[in-house]
């Protein structure tokens, strides 16, 4: 089994930051692609930003500038710091992950974290 789970979220006033991370753990064998979605209420869920295994990105353009995703594949965690945040960023965010376990090697599947909740107000 592979478990993500999101840690980080909070209330912030417009303007401020926060930094997510969720680590993957289980019986892992590779990760390919991480990712950060977010979901706004009333709003389908929304690609934030990737990071592929060379490390390289790619982001919505709501966020180019304000939002950074990076990895650490020694500890099988993505990361997105989250500066000059805006109230229409208030959503859930999720992480997510293209993994190959001990098991299913060399299919990858995608995996979920369950979610934590971002809030900008003041």
């Known amino acids: 089994q592979v478990q993500l789970v999101e840690s980080g979220g909070g209330l912030v006033q417009p303007g401020g930051s926060l930094r997510l991370s969720c680590p993957a753990s289980?019986?892992?064998?590779?990760?390919?692609?991480m990712g950060w979605y977010r979901q706004a209420p009333g709003k389908q869920r929304e690609l934030v930003a990737l990071?592929?295994?060379?490390?390289?990105?790619n982001y919505a353009d709501s966020v180019k500038g304000r939002f950074t995703i990076s990895r650490d594949n020694a500890k099988n965690t993505v990361y997105l710091q989250m500066n000059s945040l805006k109230p229409e960023d208030t959503a859930v965010y999720y992480c997510n992950a293209f993994i190959a376990t001990m098991s299913s090697r060399p299919q990858f599947y995608v995996y979920w974290g369950q979610g934590t909740q971002v809030t900008v107000s003041s």
């Open positions: 289980g019986s892992i064998f590779s990760i390919s692609t």
């Open positions: 990071v592929f295994s060379d490390s390289s990105t």
